[in-house]
């Protein structure tokens, strides 16, 4: 199916039916899609996503832009159930992974979540060694062929563009790394299982340039072989990464298109508005 279509994934929250919603207006569409359908989503009483509607391509990048409070992350963590941890939360509507609801009673979140990776916005290593770190969800699952587990270390290091600078000190503490290399340590965790999904929360914002950089190519190879959905405040690096850019504004999902599209001829005013600096 072509992804590449110039028909909007997402024309104006709560307009668009699904059987006009890309790819695919006749309401096929791709298995390989997250499909988010009709979502709401509350803390307690308070409201903060309406409403939301899109399709997201396998094996593309897309992001989610808006200012601070719009719900983008919120949306984020609904997409493997981190949510499920807040006490308080409620929801309607659907979010479905290749034709079946996340949400489905006899879905195990924790089966849910091998499929989905996530990267968050400030690396987390754990107080381990570079090799154990990258290996320890394998080791919780009861693997302990050693072959395997190195393996698999080093194709999720190499994946992570990190194993020519890591080879030759595998034991040595992941604390011992700088900031851009736990984080794309963070990363070689978060594709060990080759989850399908990749999501990454602000994965840029405490690294410098140089680091953000290396971050941004690793992204944008990994969407070879990943679905990646990244939240970014950043607005040059979700047009240099991305696909495909959603806005949200006030937990309603203004716009959704092709990115050079939002960045260079956006279908809203108040998607124009952000995009250009003039608010958020």
């Not at 006490?87 to 924790?110: A, N, R, W, Y």
């Not at 400030?122 to 060694?129: G, R």
């Not at 320890?136 to 080093?154: C, F, I, M, P, W």
């Not at 290399?181 to 990363?187: A, E, F, G, S, V």
């Amino acid at each position: 199916m072509d992804h590449t279509t110039d028909a909007p994934l997402r024309k104006e929250a709560g307009k668009v039916a699904a059987s006009e919603r890309e790819p695919g207006k006749t309401g096929h569409y791709d298995p390989g899609l997250i499909r988010i359908s009709d979502f709401n989503f509350s803390y307690g009483p308070t409201r903060v996503l309406h409403n939301v509607d899109m399709d997201i391509p396998e094996r593309h990048v897309t992001a989610l832009i808006g200012p601070s409070g719009c719900g983008k992350t919120t949306l984020l963590r609904n997409l493997n159930r981190m949510n499920d941890l807040v006490d308080g939360t409620t929801h309607t509507g659907d979010i479905q992974i290749k034709g079946e609801s996340i949400f489905h009673p006899h879905l195990e979140v924790i089966a849910l979540r091998k499929r989905i990776g996530m990267v968050f916005q400030k690396s987390n290593p754990f107080p381990k060694s570079i090799y154990e770190n990258v290996v320890y969800s394998l080791r919780v699952a009861g693997l302990k062929n050693k072959q395997k587990l190195d393996e698999t270390a080093e194709r999720s290091l190499k994946s992570a563009a990190l194993w020519d600078e890591v080879k030759d000190r595998l034991h040595s503490s992941a604390l011992s790394l700088s900031g851009g290399q736990m984080q794309r340590l963070c990363i070689a965790r978060a594709i060990t299982n080759q989850p399908e999904i990749l999501l990454m929360d602000e994965p840029c914002s405490a690294l410098d340039p140089v680091a953000t950089s290396k971050i941004e190519d690793l992204i944008y190879s990994l969407k070879t072989d990943f679905t990646i959905v990244i939240v970014t405040h950043n607005m040059q690096q979700a047009a240099r990464i991305s696909d495909f850019t959603a806005f949200f504004y006030l937990g309603q999902l203004i716009e959704y298109d092709k990115t050079y599209k939002i960045f260079t001829n956006p279908a809203e005013k108040r998607t124009e508005d952000y995009v250009t600096g003039r608010f958020g």
